[in-house]
């Protein structure tokens, strides 16, 4: 079985250690779940950015951790 992992970032790109230590899940929608609870957390604790890995392989990313990045300020 293929684990699902998140990769931490700046905005940068460097890695970063996060503030709270995910698990390996074993579904894609328990690793986006996680995130969706943590994601103040390791965005507070130094991380801008993640990216959602299936084994080695890139699912997606680089999503920002910022909620109001990129969106309208005017509604």
């Given amino acids: 079985m293929t684990a699902w992992t998140w990769r931490f970032e700046t ?11 995910p698990e390996e899940f074993t579904t894609q929608g328990d ?7 943590y994601w103040k957390a390791l965005r507070d604790g130094g991380a801008d950015r993640v990216r959602l890995f299936e ?9 920002s951790l910022h909620a109001d990045e990129g969106r309208d300020q005017d509604g």
Avoid: D, L, T
């Avoid at 905005?11 to 230590?21: C, L, Y």
């Fill in 31 to 37: 690793a986006e779940s996680w995130i969706g609870e």
């Fill in 11 to 21: 905005a940068e790109g460097a890695r970063v250690r996060p503030a709270v230590e």
């Fill in 55 to 63: 084994g080695a392989e890139e699912v997606y990313g680089p999503m």
